[in-house]
Each structure stands twice: as C-alpha cells, then as structure tokens.
C-alpha cells in the first residue's frame, strides 16, 4: 500500500521534472558548456604537470628548467579555464538555435561578441592606473559563468525568433550558401549586438560599473555560497540520487545546471593557490567543486554502487546477482552503472532507495568534514576525465589524502549497501530455489 502511494506520487511530480528537464533554457546550458569539457581536460592536464603532488617536484622541476619553469604550461591553463565562459556563452547560443532547427555558428559567435562588450576593455592596476586596450580574462572564465548563462541564452531566443519570422535579407538563390548565411545573420546579429551596448551603456552610466560584474555581485556570488554550503552540498547528492531513482540521468540534470558554478568555486581556488596563498576552507577557498561531486558522489557511477557490486560479487547467494556482479564490476570500476541501475534494478526499487540516497549523502558528510576541517586540502581546477576509476582520481586531484578518502568512501557504500542487498539476494534465492523445486517435479 506505502509502495503504491509512493509511485503515485512520483507519477505525478515526474511530468513537471521532465518536463523543466528537456526545457530549451536546460537542454541549452546543459549542451553548451559540454562542448568545454575537452578544454577543462587538456587545460588539467597542463595544470597537472605544474603541480604534480609528489614531493620535491617542484625543486627537481626549478632546478632543471629554471624558477620560471611554470610559465609555459599556465599559457595553456589562461587559453583554457581563464576563457571557460567565452567559450561556454558560444555553447550555449549555438545549442539553442540549434535545437530550433537552424544553423547556430552565426549566434554562437554574436553571442561571444556580446559577452566582450559587456565587460570593460581597460583593466586597472593597483596604484588606480587603468591600462586599455585589454579585456580582463577574469570575467571571461570562471566570473563569467552565470553571465555567459544569461547571454547565451538571450542570444540564442532573439536569433532564432528573428529567423523564424523571417526578419531577414533574402538572398538569390543563385548567392553560394555561405554567403546567403551570412547574410541572414546580419539582422538579428545588428539587434543582439546592439541590444549589447544599449546594457554596456545602460551599466556604465547607471551604476558606474559593468552587467557583467554586476550580475557576479548580485547573482553569482551567492550562488557559490549556497553550493558551497554543507546544505547546498547534501542537496546535489540527494537530488542526483533521486533523479536516477526515477530512471532520469541525474548526474547530467545536475551536472548540467550546477556544473558552471562548481566550476567556479574550483576555478576561484586555482587563482587563490596560483597566487602563492595556502588554501584555507571557508576563509579564500570552497569545498564543494565539481571534483567534489564528480570523485566523491558519484565515483563507481551515480548513488556510489560501486560498493553495491562488491557486494554483489562477494556475498550473493543468489545466481542472478552472482551473474550482475560480474558483468558490472568491469563498467562499476570506470564509473558506469547504467547495468546496475536498470539491471538490479535500483530504479523505482523502494529498498534500494535507501542505501542508494544514504551512500552519497554520508559521503557528503566524510568529504565536507574532511575539506572543512582541514584534513583534505580544498580541490582546485584539475580534473579528470569522468571514467578515471577512483584512487586514481582522487590522487591526480588532491594527492595521497584524497586518495584515502576515496577509500575510506568506497569502504562506507559496502557497508550500507550490504544489509540492503542481502535482503534482495535473500528473496532472489528463494525464487531461484522455487524455480528449481518446480522444475524437478
């Protein structure tokens, strides 16, 4: 009876959160800052081999190429993460056209161009001597996200509104197609770039400052805090969980929304520690960041059933889960469940939503408490591509600590999982021993 109650109420919440899920402003951000992900890797790559958590590397380093030995590989760094937002307001305008079914090289370019003139062209020195002629990269990376959000988005309806409507110069059909193309841009292009400096103006002479910078004040900043909070940090782990529970990706749903502003508070990190100053959790430094979530919450794939599989290969009774256990131990190690998931299943499973919210949220509890009270030291900017197995990247993001903690973690889920599963395995065996019976008579 509690069970039907259950589905009836998640048969009712489920169209409204699919509903916002494959919403255009959700698909759009989601897609769009996807197309940074290649930049993030290779940009964590560089930012890796400067500071490799091994001791004495960085004197080996200094004494063989030079104490400016760093400098090259932050090149790659600042043309990668230092630009996120340039190039996550091009993803975002470009999805979104897209997804109307019309070409969005045009808009993604517009929409870069708008998030420059929003910004200042002058930076200033700290003697107050302002110095032309240069955009500050600060807001063009981590910043710039929620920025970037609203400007690839606004970008993305006005251009594909004015082509729907035909708002647009005709060319001949005998006009080659680039040409006809670029054609077609100009007058939405002429709205979105002047729409642009009408806000630049509007900021400048109104407030004495910039939409950009305001919107990091007013929007951004908060935004952080709250995802940095413990609060905020229980909440991405319970929502991804109860996503998934309901058969949505709910790695990707979050991910999508929330990333950016991870992104952000890792970026903000990598500033602090690239300025020399020891990172301090909740003085100059986050906890939660994307590799927070990324190697902690969802390690072994989302709900942390990487201990569920363990479990599964270690103590099932039961033929079936024997089987699941080894199928899915090769997928579980490199992060990918979808077997577990659907095959388990865990999906709509009420006993197995349990263990399936409770791992990642006491994880959430170990790390936050491990980050806060200084034991780990807080994550920065270099991440790994999301099918490193755990250990692995818990090392090249935070060293032999972060290590450990993934361990201490993993050792967590079995234990929560266990009491739940051999619960599942023991009615699994009892039907496969019925089915046995009934078979020999």
């Known amino acids: 009876m ?8 998640v048969d009712k919440i489920l169209p409204v959160v699919l509903k916002f899920v ?54 790659i760094t600042g043309a990668t993460f230092d630009l996120l937002a ?16 019309i070409d969005g090289i045009s808009a993604g370019i517009f929409a870069m161009v708008s998030l420059v003139i929003v910004n200042n062209s002058f930076v200033t020195l700290e003697d107050g001597t302002q110095i032309g002629g240069v955009v500050p990269k600060a ?19 006005i251009y594909s509104y004015v082509v729907k409507n035909k708002w647009t110069i005709k060319m001949p059909e005998s006009v080659p197609q680039g040409v006809a193309n670029a054609f077609t841009s100009l007058i939405p292009g002429m709205l979105i770039i002047t729409l642009a400096f009408i806000v630049h103006v509007g900021f400048k002479v109104g407030l004495h400052s910039t939409f950009i910078e305001v919107i990091y ?11 940095d909070s413990f609060g905020g940090a229980i909440a991405i782990a319970l ?40 990172l301090v959790a909740g003085q100059n430094a986050a906890i ?32 079936q889960y024997k089987e699941l256990g080894k199928l899915s131990i090769i997928p579980g190690l490199f992060n990918i469940n979808e077997p577990i998931i659907f095959g388990f299943p865990v999906v709509f499973n009420p006993i197995m939503a349990i263990p399936f919210i409770l791992a990642p949220v006491i994880s959430v509890i170990m790390v936050y408490t491990s980050i806060a009270t200084g034991i780990v030291e807080p994550f920065r900017a270099i991440s790994v591509p999301w099918t490193t197995p755990f250990i692995i990247s818990g090392f ?41 019976t009934e078979a020999t008579v």
Not at 86 to 101: D, P, Q, R, T
Not at 148 to 153: E, Q, R, T, V, Y
Not at 219 to 227: A, W
């Open 217 to 227: 004040k007013v929007l951004q900043t908060p935004l952080q805090g709250l995802s």
């Open 2 to 9: 509690e069970s039907s109650k259950l589905m009836s109420k």
């Open 288 to 319: 939660v960041t994307n590799q927070f979530v990324d190697q902690f919450i969802t390690f072994g794939g989302s709900g942390l059933t990487l201990g569920l599989v363990c479990t599964m290969l270690y103590f099932s009774k039961s033929r």
């Open 139 to 157: 807001f063009l990376g981590g910043k710039g996200m929620i920025a970037a959000i609203i400007i690839g988005l606004v970008v993305g309806k």
């Open 22 to 75: 494959n919403s255009k402003p959700v698909k759009s951000i989601k897609d769009g800052f996807i197309y940074t992900m290649p930049l993030t890797i290779i940009g964590s790559i560089f930012l890796l081999l400067a500071f490799i958590p091994v001791n004495g590397y960085n004197e080996f380093m200094a004494k063989a190429f030079g104490a400016d030995w760093m400098s090259p590989l932050f090149q």
């Open 239 to 278: 929502l991804i969980s109860l996503f998934w529970w309901c058969g949505i990706h709910g790695a990707t749903i979050i991910g999508g929304i929330m990333g950016p502003i991870l992104q952000s508070n890792g970026l903000a990190n990598q500033e602090v520690f690239n300025s020399g100053a020891k």
């Open 396 to 436: 090249l993001i935070g060293g032999v600590k972060a290590a450990i903690l993934q361990i201490a973690v993993f050792s967590m889920t079995v234990a929560v999982y266990f009491p739940f599963f051999k619960y599942q395995d023991k009615l699994a065996y009892q039907e496969e021993q019925k089915i046995g």
């Open 86 to 101: 340039l190039f996550g307001v091009f993803g975002i305008a470009y999805s979104y056209v897209k997804n109307e079914g």
